[in-house]
C-alpha cells in the first residue's frame, strides 16, 4: 500500500520490511524475545528456521475492524477524493472489504509518511457505517448440486422471534430458502483487474463453509442434510465493477479448492484441526455434499 508491505490478519494490520541478508549471517535473538516487554519498534523477527531473510516489524495497528476475513483492495481515485478537504490518496483510493456478496466495504485513509518506523499506524476508516453496493445480485454462471437442494425451516423475524402462520391456527410459519444463502458470504481474497467480455473488473474469492458455530443445515426440518460434516468449504469467483459503489457483475458457481494434505493439520494429541481449511470427510481432503464425493 503506497510503498509498504503490510500483514493483515483478521482484524490486525501490520507494516513490515522485508530483505535479504546474507545467508551466513549470524542469527539474532533479541533481548527478551517472547516477554511481554517485547514490543518495541522496530522490532527485528528472529530467524528461528534458516537464514538469509530478514522481517522487521515497522509499525501496526492493533485493531483495523472487528472481525475477520478483510481484504483490502484498491481502484483509480476519482476526482472528487483529490480535494483538499480529503487525504489525497494519490491514483488510487484504498478499501477494506467486510464482506464480499453483498459487497460491503469502507474506505481507509492512508496519508503520506507512511515510510517512517511508527508504533501505530497512521492508516484510518473514514466514516461510521459500512458501504453496501446497491442493486440485485447477478445469478451465479452455472448451476451446482445446492441449486437443486434448499433448506424448509421455520421462519424468524429479525429479533428471533418465530412467525405465525396466521392469526387463527398460530402455528410457525414455514419458508423454504437455498441451501448456501446469498447473505452468508465471507471474503477469501480480493482483488485482481481482469477483463470480462471487454469490460474492466475487480475479481476476488468468496467462500461459505458448514460452520458448527451456525450448523444451518440442520435447521431442514425434513432432517435431509443432518448426516453432513462441518468445516467443509466451497468457494466462488466474484466480479466487481472498478468504481464505487463496486457492484458485483458477475459470481460464478461454487467450487472447491484443495486444502491441507491429511496428516499436515494435525496437533500436539495427534488429532486434526479444522482451522487448517479442511473439506472434513473421514479425514481425508475431499468434499462431501449432496450424496456426492469431490476430490478437490
Known sequence: ?????????????KRVRIRRTRRDARRRVPAGYGTAAD???????????GNGLEVTLLGHDTRIDAGKNFNIFRSPAPESNRSSAEVSTGLYDYYLQTFPSPHRYRRLNIPDGQEDVAARLDLRIEGEGYRISPGELPRPSFDTPDSYNS?????????????????????????????????????????VGLKLLGRDVLVGIAHQKLSPRTAFWRAD???????FLHDQFVSR??????????????????????????GESKKDDGTCS?????????GNTQLNLFNRTFAC
Open 1 to 13: 500500500l503506497r510503498g509498504g508491505i503490510y500483514l493483515l490478519c483478521n482484524e490486525e494490520i
Open 39 to 49: 514490543t518495541r519498534i522496530p522490532y527485528v523477527y528472529p530467524n528461528i528456521y
Open 151 to 191: 433448506i424448509e425451516r421455520y421462519a424468524y423475524t429479525a429479533e428471533r422471534h418465530m412467525l405465525p402462520d396466521g392469526p387463527r391456527n398460530g402455528t410457525a410459519a414455514i419458508e423454504t430458502v437455498p441451501f448456501f444463502g446469498d447473505e452468508n458470504d465471507h471474503g477469501s481474497a480480493c482483488c
Open 221 to 227: 426440518i425434513k432432517g435431509r442434510y443432518d448426516h
Open 237 to 262: 469467483f466474484i466480479a466487481y465493477d472498478t468504481m464505487p459503489p463496486f457492484d458485483v457483475v458477475a459470481r460464478s458457481g461454487w467450487f472447491c479448492l484443495g486444502f491441507a494434505d491429511e
Open 274 to 282: 479444522s482451522l487448517a481449511g479442511m473439506n472434513t470427510n473421514g
